[in-house]
Nanobody
Framework: VQLQASGGGLVQAGGSLRLSCATSGLTFNRYHMAWFRQAPGKEREFVAAIRSTRSTHYLDSVKGRFTISRDNAKNTVYLQMNNLKPEDTAVYYC???????????????????WGQGTLVTVSS
């Protein structure tokens, strides 16, 4: 199983980025997928998730700015990030798991598979 995250970069506050996570080796349409982030000196934090049913869940501070989506034909999950803020600066990781229950969807240790991370830097 491989998860390959991409799309990070340097952007000014108020700008946008689109992260992608291409997967292989798993039955993608059966997997719940998520994005987490980790800023320097901080714990890994849940950002957004999309279940196999396509229901979505978000960290409160990104609601209305970030949108998670999936393309099952391309085995890829996306995170569209708009109106970025300096506090969004972090390494962003994609993760996947086939057997999550709803109450566990925000817990990083519940995910079996992880991508390598992509750095997002938002300048003020």
């Amino acid at each position: 199983v491989q998860l390959q995250a991409s799309g990070g970069g340097l952007v000014q506050a108020g700008g946008s980025l689109r992260l992608s996570c291409a997967t292989s080796g798993l039955t993608f349409n059966r997997y719940h997928m998520a994005w987490f982030r980790q800023a320097p000196g901080k714990e890994r934090e849940f950002v957004a998730a999309i279940r196999s049913t396509r229901s979505t869940h978000y960290l409160d501070s990104v609601k209305g700015r970030f949108t998670i989506s999936r393309d099952n034909a391309k085995n890829t999950v996306y995170l569209q990030m708009n109106n970025l803020k300096p506090e969004d600066t972090a390494v962003y990781y994609c993760a996947g798991d086939a057997e999550l229950i709803l109450s566990s969807i925000r817990l990083p240790y519940q995910y079996d598979y992880w991508g390598q991370g992509t750095l997002v830097t938002v300048s003020s």
